[in-house]
């Protein structure tokens, strides 16, 4: 046995032993790294400059004028070019339920979620698998976040079994964190790779619109906000430390992860399910309040990043909204080539909540391999990963490129 120990309690002395035979499990060697990134969205793509007029139509709301002229600004405002939705006219036809503004439809909401939601982050992690070149079998984790769905078994269970993983998988089931999940996430898996010699941790973001579409309304404002701004997709991200000479490589060390809630901010954004599907509120006061405190959370960042100045850092920001971004990167004076990827992926698929910024850094990544000369600094050195969603809460991750192995 060990030495005893001594623990002082109310004045007492207690004595303790602990066993020498007792296995603890050996941690990694090395940081936390991203092996492999990939993501995947449903078929059905929405032309932004044609929604309005569509979501009108296959609601029967036609006869609302002013509030489709509304939707129609607000969607000219958003800087999106196009999303993918699993919900369309042939589904509405088979479910219309989903098209009312307060009919009971949650039945029918969690059907279509829970055929999607799985669905999305199993074609994410099979792509993710195949970049990484390793076997399902070595996978000894996963971390799965969504706010779209709660079920019991989880969802990560499901995708688990279909792509074949361990039944001794270790799992975290992640629900209704909101948009900043995916950085959440990718802290779990840091955490348990870090403190697990071996692990490989299969990080999985999807998130289906389903549960909160619905027709307009003239006193729900905040729905049409969502309505013009939200997408479905689902991202896959691979960690793990100690990367295995020349059968594994690594895209980014994982330095750093933090969060920060922003002070008395927890009313900016807030959903609720119902009957009816989810609520939601989006206020407008969102950009002003991440402005005022991302300073102060860069800064946290930044000690980790080799005190770099914010323009020499590579950015993945949630793309929460083109507000948002624009005032990032006033607040922090970025050049306007930082926030890129945010942009690009906002333009093409509209907030995707948790799995969006994944999205950003899949982009960051791609755009790094293709123009491996630029000196914009995009995908190199260290780099700033952050989330934003209900809490107000920012999430964030300190990156470090791996150069490519040829």
């Known amino acids: 046995m060990a030495p ?14 602990t066993s020498s035979s007792v296995r603890v499990q050996p941690a990694a060697e090395g940081p936390a790294t991203l092996l492999a990134i990939a993501t995947s969205v449903p078929p059905f793509v929405h032309e932004q400059s044609t929604y309005a007029d569509y979501y009108f139509d296959i609601t029967q709301c036609n006869h609302k004028t002013e509030l489709k002229a509304k939707f129609k600004r607000i969607c000219g405002r958003m800087q999106i070019d196009k999303r993918h939705m699993v919900v369309r006219r042939e589904l509405l036809e088979e479910i219309p339920s989903l098209a009312s503004y307060m009919d009971p439809s949650m039945t029918d909401r969690h059907r279509v979620v829970m055929e999607w939601v799985p669905k999305l982050a199993k074609e994410a992690a099979e792509k993710a698998i195949k970049e990484w070149g390793r076997s399902v079998s070595e ?28 039944p001794r998988v270790r799992r975290v089931m992640m629900y209704s964190t909101g948009c900043w999940g995916g950085v959440a996430a990718l802290r779990v898996a840091k955490d348990l790779a870090e403190n697990n010699k071996g692990a490989r941790v299969l990080v999985l973001c999807s998130e289906c619109t389903a549960i909160f579409f619905r027709a307009p309304n003239d006193e729900y ?20 430390s100690d990367p295995i000479p020349q059968l594994e490589q690594p895209l980014f060390e994982i330095q750093w992860s933090g969060e920060m809630v922003i002070p008395d901010s927890e009313k900016a954004i807030d959903g609720h399910l119902t009957e009816a599907g989810m609520y939601y509120h989006l206020g407008p006061e969102i950009p002003k309040l991440v402005s005022k405190s991302i300073e102060e959370f860069v800064n946290d960042a930044r000690v980790e990043a080799e005190n770099k100045e914010c323009n020499e850092l590579f950015w993945g920001v ?13 607040q922090l004076k970025l050049a306007p080539q930082k926030l890129a990827a945010s942009r690009e992926i906002l333009r093409n698929y509209g907030n995707l909540a948790s799995a969006c910024v ?42 470090k490129t791996i150069p490519l192995l040829h």
């Open 4 to 17: 005893a120990a001594a623990v002082e309690n109310n004045g007492e002395v207690k004595k303790y032993k």
């Open 139 to 166: 996978i000894t984790h996963i971390v799965f976040a969504t706010t779209s769905i709660e079920n019991l078994p989880g969802v990560d269970l499901l995708v688990a079994k279909s792509l074949g993983l361990s």
């Open 221 to 240: 404002l905040d729905g049409l906000v969502g309505q013009g701004l939200f997408g479905d997709g689902a991202a896959a991200v691979i960690v793990g």
């Open 318 to 330: 949630h793309p929460g909204g083109v507000a948002i971004l624009n005032q990032i990167e006033t």
């Open 358 to 399: 994944l999205f950003v850094l899949d982009h960051i990544h791609k755009t790094s391999i293709e123009a491996a000369a630029s000196t914009t600094g995009e995908g190199k050195d260290y780099g700033l990963l952050i989330g934003i969603g209900p809490g107000l809460t920012m999430e964030g991750c300190v990156l």
